[in-house]
């Protein structure tokens, strides 16, 4: 465990503001050699989350449907370090849910007792391809519907 204090940057995101709460263990791998988790390993942490989610909720493996989901853009905000064995919480929710792309706002949550301390906000934009032609086409079905659910008032159609 941490004995870092619960610290929360001005304007940072709370956990209320997320449909679904995704769980994710820091790994041992995670740290750099400046003993902090580096920074591509948060768009792993995103890229987890979203995936694992989408396959719990859809119940099917994602990666045999008739159209993937390729990352077309991605960004992270570092709010906080993060380091080995921080136990984190990745919040999921749609901004944008269109007919051939999903825009996900993400944030990540380090636990501090019964608190979440925010760590980082992200956008991660899924485009779906044909797994051939890797031209866009519409989003499964499956996929739409799981998507739905993460859909913020804010979020456009």
Not at 38 to 43: E, M, P
Not at 67 to 85: D, Q
Request: charged letters at 20%.
């Amino acid at each position: 465990m941490s004995n870092r204090q619960p610290t929360s940057p001005a304007g940072s995101p709370a956990p209320e503001q997320f449909p679904v709460l995704w769980p994710m263990q820091t790994r041992w791998a995670d740290n750099d050699h400046y003993g902090h988790v580096n920074n591509v390993t948060y768009y792993s942490y995103f890229d987890s989350a979203v995936n694992g989610w989408l396959i719990s909720t859809t119940g099917c493996d994602i990666r045999e449907l008739d159209a993937i989901g390729v990352v077309a853009e991605t960004s992270c905000r570092y709010l906080a370090e993060l380091s080995f064995p921080d136990r984190l919480q990745v919040g999921l929710a749609v901004e944008r849910l269109g007919a051939r792309s999903i825009t996900y706002a993400l944030a990540i949550f380090r636990e501090a007792g019964d608190e979440l301390v925010p760590a980082a906000t992200g956008r991660f934009v899924h485009v779906y391809v044909d797994p051939h032609t890797r031209r866009p086409v519409a989003i499964p079905d499956q996929i739409l519907k799981a998507a739905a659910q993460l859909a913020t008032p804010n979020a456009g159609r």
